[in-house]
């Protein structure tokens, strides 16, 4: 079965920089698009990156623009979102999403979690 699993969250200072993996499983990982969300306490959760089967296509939220990079190697299965210049608003439960399947359907991991904080 479909399966994501998330790693690399923390603790870490304003201004700091952490890389996000997620490795899937139970799919043909190349043929589908791959995008992280987080939400924060008592806020819904947001999509902040996607990125499509071949890694060409390429979207963010506005306020990690220039900030976060997603990107895929499709020879692990695993996508991966840079983040630097961390600011406490980006503090959240990250998770990574795929969507497959007829009718389509959303497959979340576990989730990691992310603090900025000093």
């Known amino acids: 079965q479909v399966q994501l699993a998330e790693s690399g969250g923390g ?3 304003p201004g700091g920089s952490l890389r996000l ?3 899937a499983s139970g ?3 190349s043929d589908y698009s791959m995008s992280w ?3 924060a306490p008592g ?3 947001e999509m902040v990156a996607s990125i499509s089967s071949t890694g060409t296509s390429l979207s963010y939220l506005d306020s ?3 900030r976060f990079t997603i990107s895929r190697s499709n020879a692990d299965r695993t996508v991966y979102l840079q ?3 961390l600011k406490p608003e980006d503090t959240a439960v990250y998770y990574c999403k795929v969507r ?3 009718p389509p359907r959303d497959y979340w991991g576990q989730g990691t979690q992310v603090t900025v904080s000093s």
């Open 43 to 45: 806020k819904e959760r």
């Open 83 to 85: 983040m630097n210049s």
């Open 27 to 29: 799919f043909t990982f």
């Open 37 to 39: 969300y987080r939400q």
């Open 21 to 23: 993996s997620c490795v």
């Open 11 to 13: 603790l870490v200072q």
């Open 64 to 66: 990690v623009r220039g």
């Open 100 to 102: 497959r399947g007829f």
